[in-house]
């Protein structure tokens, strides 16, 4: 590699680990010193590369570069929006090493342009400025190219051909057939029927070889079943990464497209949009022997012994199953450790034979997951439901392609901690004292999973969207888990116009995690309100770190009590690890990182914009708020230890008598805050009313959600009387 690669600092002093130190009293007891303690910290870098470090670079491709150039800063031009130095640059940049002859061929290169930074137009600018060329035929160097764009949203790839076609009309006319510069390769979602795309109404959810003469009536009427042929005759070729993912091994089959002179040219240039899957991890377990299982006796075949054949199948996979089965009962008392692969083959080739014969590729991957786990090794994982992890990272540096992934978080992402990747410097330096992060740390602000369960806690669900309606005024983006949008929608005041929702779905309900990916239908967001984190259990990011950062010949070294010693060493307390600290370090890293692609989904993804952005989060964890408070610079934190009004009151309110009855503190309260119409009152009246002895009137008058409705309804107390004669009123 010509020149040296230059260090970028992500996180400074990153303190990942602290032990206070214990002392003993005069009388033997042991006591930890809050003054006294050692910590340990490290940077977090990744190392960047200009562009004549990732490329050869001639006259030809600066100029094309250049043209790509002012096309970008056209469409700011055009839309009256602000264009910084870094961003021009960084559409130069890109394109440069993007149409030049690498220098290191086994590399990916990752270019980490912010959310908001111009990628979606750049990626546009470029393509439109290599249709030119292609159409310039002999004219250009450049007229042979073609090139695969992979993104997460199929309608962000209709809506690049739109573009792209409004721009530069058709490639090819021959008076029969109007070809396009882009195809979009197709696969089915939920959406495909009502898009058109799929022709069987009856189908709502997808299984593998359903799209196949033999499974569907209406193949033949389909795109599904032409657009493998039809792909060929256009030079810009695009899909989704799911489909990138279901593709990866056989990308080789879109390498090639026939120019309109009939002449076979490349597609040697991916860009992925977004990161693609990085780590390759299948659970292992009975729902998986079901899968197989469901398989082989849902199989079609008009073969004369196919009854002898499935019988055979099932008795194979029921053997592998009992196998693993005998494994899980060895080591059920450890809640991780590693087991060795110790068998050279798991299926026989016969097995595989008649597999192939009657069911084809279907769930092939499955199969080897199961063979990797018996040859190879996996982590055990004693969870709720125990499991077996594979561990592995996916290949997808293909032979011949020159790979780039834009990603605007992966310099954090520690996925891509690889040697296989390399990153293209970006200067998209910027400072965020325009965002705000509102801090709610009270125990009973506590949005996790099991917090905001509905048969558990019910009024949590009430109390956030109570607080919601009564706080935001201008558009909000909401999110949280998926299992309680619905809920926390019913209460949702203001949905579709103060309150963004997720336009996929048929009701009005708010987004939830996992759904968002590539998202801009937020950027207007003045606020955010995050319920709860979008975290894993701890044995997903344990797989992942594992599978990233572990040299697998020595973790899968058959050894004396390799189970009790790699169960030593993953020991885990409270989702967290005791020692083995690159597991925890992984852990906060996604979900910052993850934390960091939300936030960008509000208007903060305008990088010129400077307008204030409020985002609402609770009880997190420290670790994530200390990277996140360094990958926004200079944005200001405050926290919060009081507890919303609202959740006082909704935590009264949700529990109930036995008989589902309100007691008399659920009574009194509904009365103070709604019922009461504030005419004077007495104090002895109440107690009367709700059957409340003077004891437990000391009780209420003390309880914070009372104190809340006398502030907010500005209740005031009056005395009449003297002596034993005095009386106390209520009033308004």
Known sequence: MDGEQN???????????REYTKKTDALGNTYIDGDNYRYWSQDIAVSVLNPEQIVEINEDIEAFAKETQDKFKG??????????????????????????????????????AKAGFGKSSYIYSFLSTLC????????????????????????????????????????????????????????????????????????????????SLMECPYYDKCKMSYQKKQQVYSPILLMTNARLKQYQDRIEEYRTWIDRDKNKQARDIVIIDEKPAI?????????????????????????????????????????????????????????????????????????????????????IDLLNAVEKMFTVGALWCNADVPYFKTLGIKNFNYDGFK??????????DPDYEDERFQYLNIEDYKNYENITFHIYRAKEMNMSRSALNYKKNPWKNTAVAEWINNKFTDKTYVVTYKDNAKLISQHLKNLGTVIFIDKDEEKPIIPHFGDTKGSNEFKDAKNMVQ?????????????????????????????KDKFAKTAKVLEN???????????????????????????????????????????????????????IWQRFKKCNIIRYNNVPEEFQQEKILGRHNADGTDNKIQAFIKWLRSEWDGSKISIKDIKAKFEISDKYWDKLKSNQAVKDIKLKRNIKVKREGKGSGQIYYLYI
């Open 7 to 17: 260090k970028k600092v992500i996180i400074e002093d990153f303190e990942y680990k």
């Open 75 to 112: 469409l700011f031009d055009a839309r009256n929006n602000k264009i910084t130095e870094g961003q021009i640059k960084f559409s130069y940049d890109a394109t440069v090493s993007i149409m030049g002859k690498t220098k290191n061929p086994d590399k990916i290169t990752v270019i980490p």
């Open 132 to 211: 030119k060329h292609i159409n310039s035929g002999a004219f250009s160097k450049f007229s042979k190219q073609g090139v695969i764009i992979v993104t997460d949203k199929i309608e962000a790839l209709r809506q690049l051909e739109k573009d792209i076609y409004r721009d530069k009309g058709y490639y090819h006319q021959d008076g029969k057939h109007n070809t396009k510069y882009t195809y979009i390769l197709e696969a089915w979602n939920k959406n495909s029927f009502k898009d058109g795309i799929c022709k069987n109404a009856a189908i709502d959810t997808y299984e593998y070889g359903m799209c």
């Open 279 to 363: 780590i390759d991890n299948y659970r292992i377990d009975t729902q998986l022997f079901s899968t197989l299982k469901k398989t082989v006796e849902e199989a079609k075949s008009s073969g004369t012994d196919i009854v002898a054949t499935k019988e055979f199948l099932l008795s194979e996979i029921h053997q592998v199953e009992d196998d693993v089965l005998k494994l899980r009962n060895e080591i059920s008392q450890y809640r991780n450790c590693i087991c060795c692969g110790e068998k050279e083959t798991v299926f026989t080739t016969d097995f595989k034979d008649r597999w192939q014969s009657i069911i084809g590729f279907k769930n």
């Open 403 to 412: 790979t780039y992934i834009f990603d605007a978080t992966s310099e954090l």
């Open 531 to 559: 319920i709860g984190w979008n975290k894993a259990p701890s044995d997903e990011y344990l797989a992942q770190c594992l599978s990233r950062n572990a040299v697998f010949e020595k973790l899968f070294e058959k050894q």
């Open 573 to 627: 307390e409270n989702g967290y690890f005791k020692s083995y600290d690159e597991a925890n370090i992984y852990m906060w890293r996604k979900m910052a990182v993850e934390f960091e692609q939300e936030v960008f989904r509000t208007c903060v993804r305008d990088f010129s914009a400077d307008n204030a952005v409020d985002i609402y989060i609770f009880k997190p964890d420290d670790k994530v708020i200390s990277l």
